[in-house]
């Protein structure tokens, strides 16, 4: 899924640089913790879903924006990359507690 992020970037007309300087972007949901976990969790998740970035993808295909498009495109790329390293959507008990197990937690199974 990474690398379809990357294909969809490059159908974009933006130079390179902007796909490396915007991958962690979508961190920024984590400031969501700064309000709790239930916040931080629902902030985090809506950066992270790639549901979301596919929507906004498509909206941006649907207004022909590439600007829409680029958004959706790095919240995907994201999102894919984080699933890569280990890290899932949040669960409101704490940042560690994913979908896909608790980070750190090396015997998850």
Partial sequence: MFGLGI???????YEWWWFLVLLLAPDIGMIGYLFGNKTGAFAYNIFHHKGVAIA???LGVYLTSPMVQLIGVILFSHASFDRILG????????FKYT???EIGNHNNG
């Fill in 56 to 58: 906004i993808y498509l």
């Fill in 99 to 101: 979908h896909l197990g």
């Fill in 87 to 94: 890290y899932g959507l949040k669960y409101d008990k704490g």
């Fill in 7 to 13: 294909y969809l970037f490059n159908q974009l007309p």
